[in-house]
């Protein structure tokens, strides 16, 4: 196992997958090292590419919001993605770019042990949950794998696309805040 300083050294020299050939920064994660919750989205946008940082731009935006309406932030959780660069336009990561990255996911889940993981929409949890996961139909279902709770909800960019989403991820973010209790 890395240490953090060994795994972002690993990350930052990467050149498993095409997408270090466009990308403008390697986007590791962002938040408390030592947190219970641990939330993975797919990879990193436009805005997230030029910052160095997850969930930045506008679907980051209303993360940070709906974690405040569950009195969390980002000093109390972690947050990395599948992908460690970004995809070109937006598209999703490949099969074959997520295989590349998932070790350092993994590595991160390692020095985290969090007790607590929410995917952010259908990449992430087809990646963590199952191949074959739907979003819109095993939504806001716990999953309990090696001791650890497993929620995937929409992603944040998907509410911002569609409203009627909106009602469905607070009840998600409701039960995260309950499980989260649980856990302490």
């Known amino acids: 196992m890395y240490t953090w300083e060994e795994l972002e050294e690993k990350c930052l020299n990467c050149h498993k997958c095409r997408l270090c050939e466009t990308r403008n920064n390697v986007v590791i994660g962002v938040g408390n090292k030592n947190s219970d919750i641990l939330f993975i989205g797919e990879g990193p946008g436009e805005q ?29 959780i972690y947050i990395a993605n599948i992908v460690k660069c ?5 598209r999703d990561p490949a ?37 074959d996961f739907r979003i819109t139909k ?18 944040p960019s998907a509410l911002l696309r569609d409203e009627n989403k909106k009602r469905p991820a607070w009840e998600d973010f409701k039960a995260i805040r309950k499980k989260y209790d649980e856990k302490l």
């Not at 970004?86 to 937006?90: A, H, K, L, M, V």
């Not at 095993?138 to 992603?155: E, L, P, Q």
């Open 48 to 76: 997230e590419d030029l910052k160095g940082e997850p969930f930045v731009g506008p679907a980051g935006k209303l993360l940070d919001k709906m974690l405040g309406a569950i009195e969390l932030d980002r000093s109390k």
């Open 138 to 155: 095993s939504r806001g279902i716990w999953y309990n794998r090696k001791n650890c709770d497993i929620m995937a909800t929409y992603h």
């Open 86 to 90: 970004r995809p070109p336009y937006n």
């Open 95 to 131: 099969k074959d770019e997520q295989a590349a990255c998932i070790n350092f996911l993994r590595h991160q889940f390692l020095l985290i042990r969090p007790k607590i993981i929410v995917c952010l929409g259908r990449i992430a949890a087809q990646a963590i949950i199952s191949p």
